[in-house]
């Protein structure tokens, strides 16, 4: 039976295994403290690699765990054993490339925190309930940065493309009444 790919969970823990913004997307981990373990477990696993240049994968607890690294963040996708590797590979790197954008390529740990309402929107971006809605980092930084303009607040506070988003929308209104 032919199915759609899915993803059990996205994390993004520090260089010391807690958590900076994770996702679940499956009953695997009923519980939060089982959620902790397997993060704990899988930061332990991969601590040790080299993942910094480009992304390794892993067998563990029957899931494909495909993972990157850069400065002081661990970035994690997780599917099942059955999934593709290229496909949970391409989902990793969107969000890697993604949040990369979304932090102007000052990607640790301390500006993550500080922008981390813009992560999880980055997280709902691509991926809703598991199924994969896209993979391409320009069109995932696109649609967060859209989410976050603050259009009520004024121009001269706003950047030059949250200026011309908001004009723009300006205009759309104008047009259609």
């Known amino acids: 039976m032919e199915s759609c790919p899915s993803i059990k969970n996205i994390l993004l823990l520090d260089s010391e295994g807690k958590r900076v913004a994770v996702k679940y997307y499956s009953d695997d981990w009923p ?99 598991g199924i994969i809605l896209e993979t391409d980092a320009n069109v995932i930084a696109g649609k967060v940065a859209s989410h976050s303009i603050d259009s009520g607040a004024p121009l001269s506070e706003q950047t030059i493309s949250q200026a011309l988003a908001t004009a723009r929308e300006h205009l759309a209104r104008s047009l259609l009444k």
């Open 31 to 129: 519980t939060n403290s089982a959620k902790e373990a397997f993060e704990k477990a899988v930061f332990i696993k991969t601590q040790k690699t080299n993942a910094r240049t480009e992304a390794e994968i892993a067998m563990f607890e029957n899931n494909i765990v495909v993972y990157k690294f850069v400065q002081d963040l661990h970035f994690f996708v997780t599917g099942g054993e059955d999934e593709n590797e290229l496909i949970l590979a391409s989902v990793l790197q969107g969000f890697f490339d993604a949040v990369g954008i979304l932090l102007r390529s000052n990607v640790e740990k301390k500006e993550a925190l500080e922008n981390l309402d813009l992560i999880l929107l980055c997280l709902d971006e691509i991926i809703d309930g």
